[in-house]
């Protein structure tokens, strides 16, 4: 356990699911723990596990009622009387959310309190990425409120050079905002070691994702019937929940239609994703999703594997074409299928990709190089103190 400074500043970093602010932003809670930070990790629903987790580190779990899909008004004020409450209550130096609702409603938060709020902006999601006449219309909605909610944030931080560009686009930011980039949520090199490659004849090919149409997941389906017609030991896994909720959602029916016939196994969402990731030998995420970048992409370039995704934001700052994998345009199922024929026809490409991978992990996406740019940011506007607290 970290030893949290009694007396150091007060951090509140807001999620939007508890297993997501443990397993993508815990290292940098116990980053902010190592230099004397007092943190509050928030999230809707706190499990007793993450509970538990958060409480080792040296952390100060706490819920807080969101709800992460919808515009209800009265859900989402809400929302932000219960972040009030938490500032105030617990004396808060500085909000650090993630995520959309975190961000808009915990910067609101934060300026209602006269306190600082740090953004971290990681991908914009399906509203972005939709063209139908709704998504137009939630995507006109979410613009005002980052508009305003980012309006006092001492700074704001991408997952990527897109995403920021767009916000300058669209008079997101104010003139003069401090911003910047940082490689995603970074990955635990050590937690996602480095495992030779299998030098199967016939590669394995991974899916890991929420069963969404924007994440590309049928065209990942129709590749893989039409391949394992032509290459019978070929092996295609997906590994994701559906999403009864999503209105992208894939029709499991055709999931257990082609597990049945033998071209996919399927796995429901498994905690022991490293297990199943060092199994397979190519990690293929076909989205046309506003990602930031994907942590399931870092996941795979840091154990070792080949990667085919689409030149979309977030995903293409994780392959080089031809080096570490192939780069595809979005809904190009043709491309798609094209990139996965090459790896099954040419299996012995597949090694020098997955040392290419690792190599790419280790120079721009190691969790430490990532938190260490975070921090840069909130010592420059909360400076650690070891003093009693006043």
Sequence with gaps: ??????????????????????????????????EGYRVWAAAPVMHEARRAAFEAMGAIPIEIPLARTGLDPRADLSTFRAIVKVVQDERIDLVLPYTLKPVIYGSFAA????VKALSLITGLGYTFAASSAKARAIRAVVVRLYRAALKHNVAVLFQNADDRKMFGQ??????????????GSGVDLDEFAWREPSGRRAPRFMFAARLIEEKGIALYLAA????????????????????????????MRQIERLSNAGVITYF?????????????????????????????LLEALSIGMAVITT?????????TDGVNGFMVPPRDGDALEHAMRT??????????????????AEKRFDVRL?????????????????????
């Design 170 to 183: 669209l008079g997101i930011l104010p003139t003069g905002m401090d911003t910047a980039v940082v490689s």
């Design 224 to 251: 893989a019937e039409r391949l394992k017609q032509d290459f019978p030991d070929a092996e295609f896994l997906v590994l994701g929940d559906p999403q009864p909720g999503s209105p992208s959602a894939i029709d």
């Design 343 to 360: 790896l099954l026809e040419s299996p012995e490409r597949v090694a020098p990709m997955s040392r290419a991978s690792r190599a790419l």
């Design 268 to 296: 429901p969402r498994r905690e022991d994703i490293f297990s199943v990731l060092s199994e397979s030998d190519v990690f293929v995420l076909p989205s046309w999703y506003r990602e930031g970048v994907p942590r399931s």
């Design 111 to 114: 300026r209602s309190c006269g």
């Design 1 to 34: 356990m970290i030893s949290a400074n009694p007396h150091g500043p007060r951090v509140l970093v807001i999620g939007a699911l508890d297993i997501s602010l443990l397993r993508f932003r815990g290292r940098m809670i116990e980053a902010l723990i190592g």
């Design 370 to 390: 990532v938190n260490a740019d975070i921090l840069v940011r909130v010592e420059r506007n909360l400076p650690p103190a070891t003093g009693e607290r006043s």
């Design 311 to 319: 030149d979309m934001p977030g995903c293409r700052e994780t392959v």
